[in-house]
């Protein structure tokens, strides 16, 4: 069975930093694209990033040159390093892959 389990999330202030991860389990991750997508208060769900079977990587507009995902493929890990931080960027942050596999979402809180 696939399994994504995201952790990292928290409260952090605007301009700061925090690294989720996302650790999967019931697949050959190495074959898979993974991607993270966020959910915040009132709002759809969107793509944040994403990143292929071979290290290619895509991301929103709204993040792009602030955050970064890679990939371990010996630890079965993909993460999402977020810097300068801003309030608009609070919302539940959840692990993806094809076809409609989703983790249960970690809580990332940008506030002072």
């Known amino acids: 069975q696939v399994q994504l389990v995201e952790s990292g999330g928290g409260l952090v202030q605007p301009g700061g930093s925090l690294r989720l991860s996302c650790e999967a389990s019931g697949f050959i991750f190495a074959l898979y694209s993974m991607a993270w997508y966020r959910q915040a208060p009132g709002k759809e769900r969107e793509l944040v990033a994403r990143i292929t079977s071979a290290d290619s990587t895509n991301y929103a507009d709204s993040v792009k040159g602030r955050f970064t995902i890679s990939r371990d493929n010996a630890k079965n890990t993909v993460y999402l390093q977020m810097n300068s931080l801003k309030p608009e960027d609070t919302a539940v942050y959840y692990c993806?892959?094809?076809?409609?596999?989703w983790g249960k979402g970690t809580l990332v809180s940008v506030s002072s």
């Open positions: 993806y892959r094809n076809m409609n596999y």
